[in-house]
């Protein structure tokens, strides 16, 4: 099997220039690690752990890779932190009518209304940017965040942008730190997941066991 890989190799380049991005790239995720503000990801668990002791509602909001990483965060704030959790973009007819029917800037916006948005609410952002109305990018998570701030619910975010809306505004956001302008979409929508299983997982939060760990 070796000796077949092996063999594969070509079709990446130059062999050297190849092994280079790669130690590179997983350079750039261990750079990453080491300045992650921990100060901020404490913030971040409070406010999850006290969403959960006032029975408030956690709203996972992401667009495009970010929408997919929403879903499955949902599920593990569901099921392993025992916090009642929905990602907006999983209902694709309501997200499409209302981006067909209102207009793309206000999807997150209407979805949240009619989820009657309270003050022990809260909502986490996934984004790369964190939102930016006057380039037009994502100007929907913008929208959801004024809205939250509106009706008083917490807000919280991860994103790669420490310039872009969600990172300005949010209660508490964790940026991942740009190691690399080349790479901010891929290591934000990575370490999107590094973090938030990091945040199910701590012994504050985390109230059922993951399934291979209770079989070990």
């Known amino acids: 099997m070796a000796a ?19 130690q590179d790239y997983l350079d750039e995720s261990q750079d990453i690690i080491s300045r992650l503000d921990v100060k901020e990801l404490e913030a971040v668990i409070v406010t999850l752990v006290r969403t959960r002791e006032l029975g408030g509602r956690l709203f996972v909001l992401g667009v495009g890779g970010s929408a997919a990483n929403a879903s499955h965060a949902a599920n593990d704030f569901r099921k392993l932190a025992g916090i ?6 999983d209902n694709v ?3 499409t009518a209302r981006a067909n029917d209102e207009g793309w800037a206000t999807i997150f916006e209407g979805w949240l209304r009619a989820s009657h948005l ?10 790369v940017g964190g ?6 990018i994502s100007p929907n998570i913008v929208a959801a965040l004024k809205y939250a701030e509106a009706v008083g ?3 919280l975010a991860i994103v790669g942008r420490s310039t872009g809306f969600a990172a300005q505004f949010a209660d ?22 590094v973090l938030w299983h990091l945040m ?9 066991p993951t399934k291979w760990e209770s079989v070990r």
Do not use: W
């Not at 009642?84 to 973009?89: G, K, Q, V």
């Not at 309270?118 to 984004?127: A, K, Q, W």
């Open 200 to 208: 199910v997982s701590h012994p504050a939060l985390k109230m059922a």
């Open 153 to 155: 619910a917490s807000t």
């Open 118 to 127: 309270r003050s022990r609410d809260c909502i986490l952002v996934l984004s």
């Open 84 to 89: 009642e959790t929905y990602a907006p973009t």
């Open 93 to 95: 007819s309501e997200l």
């Open 131 to 136: 939102g930016d109305v006057e380039r037009n």
């Open 172 to 193: 508490a956001c964790v940026v991942i730190p740009d190691v690399n302008p080349a790479h901010v979409t891929p290591h934000s929508e990575s370490f999107q997941a």
């Open 4 to 22: 077949k890989c092996e063999g594969n190799l070509s079709v990446l380049g130059d062999r050297d220039a190849n092994a280079t991005f790669i």
